[in-house]
């Protein structure tokens, strides 16, 4: 595949050269939105690639590692805090099922919100695992092994005072990119998971729109609250991204229609890369969707989630590859990967 490195080199001078501001956001160009003027390296809840995820050695090793964003998966404790954790179960990435046997819910189930703070210290985080007739297979085998070592869960609060103090420490500027997961989960169990996420943002300075916060979400309805009712209750104001799953509901964003609605309340989306490129496609014969020009041309940053290098696409002959495609002939403006280094290591050797 042709490299398509001077285009993107062309681009990037013309974006730097024209911002302006509408409405509260910061475009460029031709009204797109210029939050990072780099293809941005988002650690998908970490260094997952090489540690557990969403712990906080993950985290520290995806900042080692040069990522300009880490991500953080959010859900509400029993007594309110908000922690890190992908799923509002335990189940899959901890020992709950042997230290809390009698804890789980009449579907098997063990939720991370009929836990305080302190029970959930308790618990032994790992690699993400299946588990089977009481046998555990980790979901990526290659990973790092199951039942090794120790980690445990975090607040979002002390992963956010890893990452500003190792920004101190450092020099660097990395940012954070928190997702408010099963909002609607949340509020069925009495509780406000976007007015605790945001109290804890505005708490240490993450308050206003800048280049050092994405906030994320699945949910289409809370994120317009978050913008149209939070965020003037509370005087905040941080960019938001429309995640995008494969599902229908999220297929309304394929037409210009649906990506003008996303962009009345967002800044930018986040969709699976099954929504860019079509999975059965193969190498030399992408079949592609025109999302990505959608969205910047409603003035959207893109980034795409998962890129792994051990579950590549059967289109992408390696991880070099599959990066190629996306960020320089596809052109989306970053990307979630469990890999971090590798993925800055493309970058930089593509300038």
């Not at 475009?27 to 690639?49: D, F, M, P």
């Not at 007594?79 to 804890?103: A, E, G, I, K, Q």
Request: with cysteine; aromatic share 8%.
């Amino acid at each position: 595949m042709k490299s398509a490195r001077p285009a993107v080199l062309l681009a990037t001078m013309f974006l730097v050269g024209c911002v302006v501001t509408v409405n509260d956001r910061v475009l460029v160009g031709k009204e797109r939105v210029a939050l990072w003027q780099e293809k941005l390296v988002i650690a998908h809840r970490g260094a997952s690639g090489y540690l557990p995820e969403h712990t906080l050695p993950a985290k520290a090793m995806a900042y080692a590692q040069g990522a300009h964003f880490i991500e953080q998966d959010l859900v509400l404790s029993k007594d309110d805090h908000v922690v890190v954790l992908h799923d509002h179960h335990l189940d899959s990435v901890t020992n709950v099922h042997d230290v809390f046997p009698d804890r789980a819910r009449a579907d098997g189930r063990y939720y991370v919100i009929d836990f305080t703070l302190v029970e959930l210290r308790e618990l032994a985080v790992s690699e993400r695992f299946k588990l089977s007739d009481g046998e555990k297979t980790a979901v990526f085998e290659q990973r790092f092994p199951l039942e090794k070592s120790s980690f445990r869960i975090a607040t979002f609060a002390e992963e956010i005072e890893l990452i500003q103090g190792l920004n101190r420490s450092t020099g660097r500027a990395v940012g954070i990119y928190p997702e408010i997961k099963s909002p609607a989960f949340h509020r069925g169990e009495g509780k406000d998971i976007s007015v605790a996420v945001l109290k804890v943002l505005k708490a240490y300075g993450y308050d206003e729109q800048q280049g050092s916060v994405f906030l994320q979400c699945f949910d289409a309805s809370e994120l317009q609250r978050i913008r149209d009712e939070l965020f003037p209750s509370m005087n905040m104001t941080v960019p938001l991204v429309q995640l995008l799953g494969t599902g229908p509901a999220f297929r309304a964003a394929l037409i210009p229609a649906g990506m003008k609605k996303v962009a009345s309340y967002a800044d930018g989306i986040g969709p699976s890369m099954q929504l860019i490129v079509e999975p059965d496609s193969v190498a030399g014969k992408l079949k592609t969707t025109n999302l990505v020009q959608l969205a910047h041309d409603q003035g959207l940053v893109v980034h795409p989630y998962t890129f792994r290098r051990d579950l590549l696409p059967a289109y992408a002959n390696d991880y070099d590859d599959l990066l190629e495609i996306f960020l320089d002939d596809i052109g989306v403006d970053g990307v979630f990967t469990d890999f971090p280094d590798l993925t800055v290591e493309y970058i930089e050797s593509n300038l």
